[in-house]
């Protein structure tokens, strides 16, 4: 069983729902996002999402692009966000941590010693927002082949039809966003998602979790209840800048914004699946 | 190796030339591509369409675009005969139009009502604001900042037609993120929008139709020629910036095989420098918006600025098809700097009474090389993809004139 498959286990016998933090890889620099990363467990996040800075993050809004130009202006590289992770695991081999980001520094690294070296670090998945299943062949075929999890979005244009294509060759968890458009942008309503996340199930076993536009406890609350996991970026990312601006320590700030959302989407009792 | 027995059989049904191209995008739009594919397919064997299409080319673009003998250009280099395909006449300027009239037919078969572009020299949003306006749709419109001030006649001329320009101001403020802004926009609009890519880049089936739009530019040369010298044209030139006009005006001369083919980036302050825009001499295949083609990046992947004087070439790839001509060997793919550009532009000012736009300038730089070590024979054909005037800041500022 792969670190994902234990973690969605184990939520499942808690009888709730993940949490799952994203942050940028180097944001806002090498060794805050380490502390960063390494604070992440303890303040609640169930699954950690680390987006690899690209220079030109077509799918995401202000916020996230804010964040990769910022850790590449000092210094990120595919590099550093392995060595993130390989730091990472030498004290926590129990939280899965799935990669984020776009095809082109993968690519530009080599796919095959990218998933050598993505493994040996201990990442778990891969989420590469411009790999359609039509493009299987370039990642994801090599990604599950080589044990790492390839996590596909699906989202309201997703349609009947076309779900079978994206649930092949996914694990670990699908992640649904919840509207059309870009990271950081205004949140479906819960009812909207509840249906969406029901229509999803009719096809697949794996958990799904729910992303785009959950800023605070309440929604994260909301969507807990209809989903198996609540992923919130952009939150956390604008938390990093405005840290810098206040001139206190960002891990510290994120982690507290962690806290609180953990502890709201804790708060919410599944009925049993 | 195995001989390729046509040229022009490209792309594959995955959209790929070669290893080149693909669909690279957010699940979010890969349906609608999907979609827009199969009307593209219906289109194109719908009589009705066609129709349309030449009706408004003829009379709305004003096609057929001549093919000049540039007689003063040829005698002043004193070697090949030198004819422009002279797309700078179309309605607009440039050769953008009539992509432009092809895409909003698309848009209007697929029920779309709203309608987005990128763009760089401003050329190709002028020709996307001018279809919108003249099929009732709104029209937003993408461009760099650096763009809007080095292009501000094309910003009013969009704003007149009714378009509303949004600045980019991520990045290098540039074409490129014009184009990242375009795509958000419509991964946040799919259900109504319409997106028209200026250039043959893009995720498929956008290279292909691009292509296949821009290639009456190459239908009517040839038969221009045919009409004007009983033969066929040896050589052919033309810019790229995504390449566009050059695979339009190429494309139907792929399988002539004794045609010689030059296309012209923009090599800026120099190939030897940082500052260019010379994706096929200097970059390595990658893939940015939506396709797998030769782009300017870094060793980690990272997409590096692209510089040259001419805001329409401004951009760090190149389109897929045209990565893979070069890749196979079937066009040269030579450079031009700035300098070389602004020389040509005012050579050919002065001779032809032509003011040629910026872009196309590299093309004439070419030339300037390429016709006088060429027998008086030697049938040239050049695209002159634009009309200057909206340059005419960039190039006085450059000269060090002040209007
Ligand atoms: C006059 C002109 N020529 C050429 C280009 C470059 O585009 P392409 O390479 O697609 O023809 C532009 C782009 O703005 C242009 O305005």
Same mark, same amino acid.
């Given at each position: 069983?792969?670190?994902?498959?234990?973690?969605?286990?184990? /939520?499942?016998?808690?009888?709730?729902?993940?949490?799952?933090?994203? %942050?940028?890889?180097?944001?806002?620099?090498?060794?805050?996002?380490?502390? /960063?990363?390494?604070?992440?467990?303890?303040? #609640?996040?169930?699954? %950690?999402?680390?987006?690899?800075?690209?220079?030109? &993050?077509?799918?995401?809004?202000?916020?996230?692009?804010?964040?990769?130009?910022?850790?590449?202006?000092?210094?990120?590289?595919?590099?550093?966000?392995?060595?993130?992770?390989?730091?990472?695991?030498?004290?926590?081999?129990?939280?899965?941590?799935?990669?984020?980001?776009?095809?082109?520094?993968?690519?530009?690294? #080599?796919?095959?010693?990218?998933?050598?070296?993505?493994?040996?670090?201990?990442?778990?998945?891969?989420?590469?927002?411009?790999?359609?299943?039509?493009?299987?062949?370039?990642?994801? /075929?090599?990604?599950?082949?080589?044990?790492?999890?390839?996590?596909?979005?699906?989202? &309201?244009?997703?349609?009947?039809?076309?779900?079978?294509?994206?649930?092949?060759?996914?694990? #670990?968890?699908?992640?649904?966003?919840?509207?059309?458009?870009?990271?950081?942008?205004?949140?479906?309503?819960?009812?909207?998602?509840?249906?969406?996340?029901?229509? %999803?199930?009719?096809?697949?076993?794996?958990?799904?979790?729910?992303?785009?536009?959950?800023?605070?406890?309440?929604?994260?609350?909301? !969507?807990?209840?209809?989903?198996?996991?609540?992923?919130?970026?952009?939150?956390?990312?604008?938390?990093?800048?405005?840290?810098? !601006?206040?001139? !206190?320590?960002?891990?510290?700030?994120?982690?507290?914004?962690?806290?609180?959302?953990?502890?709201?989407?804790?708060?919410?009792?599944?009925?049993?699946? | 190796?195995?001989? @390729?027995?046509?040229?022009?059989?490209?792309?594959?049904?995955?959209?790929?030339?070669?290893?080149?191209?693909?669909?690279?995008?957010?699940?979010?739009?890969?349906?609608?591509?999907?979609?827009?594919?199969?009307?593209?397919?219906?289109?194109?064997?719908?009589?009705?369409?066609?129709?349309?299409?030449?009706?408004?080319?003829?009379?709305?673009?004003?096609?057929?675009?001549?093919?000049?003998?540039?007689?003063?250009?040829?005698?002043?280099?004193?070697?090949?005969?030198?004819?422009?395909?002279?797309?700078? @006449?179309?309605?607009?300027?440039?050769?953008?139009?009539?992509?432009?009239?092809?895409?909003?037919?698309?848009?209007?078969?697929?029920?779309?009502?709203?309608?987005?572009?990128?763009?760089?020299?401003?050329?190709?949003?002028?020709?996307?604001?001018?279809?919108?306006?003249?099929?009732?749709?709104?029209?937003?419109?993408? +461009?760099?900042?650096?763009?809007?001030?080095?292009?501000?006649?094309?910003?009013?001329? +969009?704003?007149?037609?009714?378009?509303?320009?949004?600045?980019?101001?991520?990045?290098?403020?540039?074409?490129?993120?014009?184009?990242?802004?375009?795509?958000?926009?419509?991964?946040?609009?799919?259900?109504?929008?319409?997106?028209?890519?200026?250039?043959?880049?893009?995720?498929?089936?956008?290279?292909?139709?691009?292509?296949?739009?821009?290639?009456?530019?190459?239908?009517?040369?040839?038969?221009?020629?045919?009409?004007?010298?009983?033969?066929?044209?040896?050589?052919?030139?033309?810019?790229?910036?995504?390449?566009?006009?050059?695979?339009?005006?190429?494309?139907?001369?792929?399988?002539?095989?004794?045609?010689?083919?030059?296309?012209?980036?923009?090599?800026?302050?120099? @190939?030897?420098?940082?500052?260019?825009?010379?994706?096929?001499?200097?970059?390595?295949?990658?893939?940015?918006?939506?396709?797998?083609?030769?782009? @300017?990046?870094?060793?980690?992947?990272?997409?590096?600025?692209?510089?040259?004087?001419?805001?329409?070439?401004?951009?760090?790839?190149?389109?897929?098809?045209?990565?893979?001509?070069?890749?196979?060997?079937?066009?040269?793919?030579?450079?031009?700097?700035?300098?070389?550009?602004?020389?040509?532009?005012?050579?050919?000012?002065?001779?032809?009474?032509?003011?040629?736009?910026?872009?196309?300038?590299?093309?004439?730089?070419?030339?300037?090389?390429?016709?006088?070590?060429?027998?008086?024979?030697?049938?040239?054909?050049?695209?002159?993809?634009?009309?200057?005037?909206?340059?005419?800041?960039?190039?006085?500022?450059?000269?060090?004139?002040?209007?």
């Amino acid at each position: 069983m792969s670190r994902i498959d234990k973690r969605f286990a184990a /939520l499942r016998a808690e009888g709730r729902a993940g949490f799952v933090t994203f %942050i940028t890889a180097g944001d806002p620099d090498h060794e805050t996002c380490a502390r /960063l990363l390494a604070g992440l467990p303890a303040a #609640g996040a169930d699954v %950690i999402e680390l987006g690899m800075p690209f220079s030109d &993050p077509m799918a995401d809004g202000p916020s996230i692009e804010a964040a990769g130009l910022r850790a590449l202006a000092k210094g990120a590289s595919m590099q550093m966000t392995l060595k993130l992770v390989r730091d990472f695991r030498q004290k926590d081999n129990d939280t899965p941590i799935v990669l984020m980001g776009y095809f082109n520094p993968i690519s530009a690294y #080599g796919v095959d010693r990218f998933l050598v070296d993505a493994k040996a670090a201990g990442v778990d998945g891969l989420i590469v927002v411009d790999l359609p299943p039509e493009e299987d062949d370039e990642l994801c /075929l090599p990604a599950v082949k080589a044990g790492i999890h390839f996590i596909r979005l699906a989202t &309201p244009t997703t349609d009947e039809q076309r779900l079978p294509a994206v649930l092949a060759n996914t694990s #670990g968890f699908l992640y649904y966003v919840s509207i059309a458009g870009i990271t950081g942008a205004a949140a479906a309503d819960p009812d909207a998602v509840g249906k969406a996340v029901a229509r %999803i199930k009719k096809h697949t076993k794996i958990p799904v979790a729910v992303g785009f536009g959950i800023r605070d406890g309440k929604r994260a609350a909301e !969507i807990a209840r209809v989903a198996d996991a609540a992923v919130v970026g952009t939150a956390l990312v604008e938390r990093v800048a405005e840290a810098q !601006i206040k001139g !206190i320590d960002p891990a510290d700030h994120v982690l507290a914004l962690v806290r609180d959302l953990s502890k709201a989407i804790r708060g919410v009792a599944k009925a049993a699946a | 190796m195995t001989m @390729l027995n046509s040229y022009r059989s490209g792309p594959d049904e995955k959209g790929h030339f070669g290893k080149f191209g693909g669909r690279f995008v957010a699940e979010t739009l890969m349906p609608l591509i999907l979609d827009l594919e199969k009307h593209y397919a219906a289109a194109k064997s719908d009589p009705a369409f066609r129709a349309e299409m030449d009706y408004l080319l003829k009379d709305y673009v004003g096609r057929p675009s001549p093919l000049y003998y540039a007689e003063p250009f040829t005698k002043h280099l004193g070697g090949a005969k030198i004819y422009f395909k002279r797309e700078e @006449l179309n309605h607009t300027g440039a050769h953008k139009i009539n992509n432009c009239i092809g895409q909003i037919l698309l848009a209007k078969r697929m029920g779309k009502t709203r309608i987005i572009a990128e763009t760089g020299a401003g050329q190709h949003g002028v020709a996307t604001a001018t279809v919108a306006a003249r099929f009732g749709l709104p029209c937003v419109i993408y +461009m760099g900042e650096v763009d809007i001030e080095r292009q501000q006649p094309n910003v009013f001329r +969009m704003k007149l037609l009714g378009a509303e320009v949004r600045a980019v101001k991520s990045g290098s403020r540039t074409l490129k993120d014009a184009m990242n802004e375009a795509l958000r926009d419509w991964v946040t609009n799919v259900h109504d929008t319409f997106y028209i890519i200026g250039t043959v880049a893009g995720p498929h089936p956008y290279p292909m139709l691009v292509r296949d739009f821009q290639s009456v530019i190459g239908e009517e040369t040839r038969v221009q020629m045919m009409e004007k010298e009983g033969r066929i044209p040896d050589s052919l030139v033309a810019c790229i910036g995504g390449g566009s006009n050059a695979m339009g005006l190429f494309h139907p001369f792929l399988d002539d095989k004794d045609v010689q083919i030059y296309a012209v980036e923009a090599a800026g302050e120099g @190939l030897e420098t940082t500052r260019h825009a010379a994706s096929l001499a200097k970059g390595v295949p990658g893939v940015l918006h939506g396709n797998r083609t030769y782009l @300017l990046q870094d060793a980690d992947g990272q997409i590096t600025e692209a510089h040259t004087i001419s805001a329409g070439l401004d951009y760090p790839g190149i389109g897929p098809e045209h990565a893979w001509l070069h890749d196979v060997g079937r066009a040269n793919y030579v450079s031009a700097t700035d300098k070389e550009a602004l020389d040509a532009f005012q050579l050919c000012s002065r001779l032809e009474g032509i003011i040629p736009a910026l872009e196309s300038s590299h093309a004439l730089a070419h030339v300037i090389k390429l016709a006088p070590k060429l027998p008086k024979d030697h049938l040239m054909a050049v695209c002159l993809s634009g009309r200057g005037d909206k340059d005419i800041y960039t190039v006085a500022k450059a000269l060090g004139v002040k209007l």
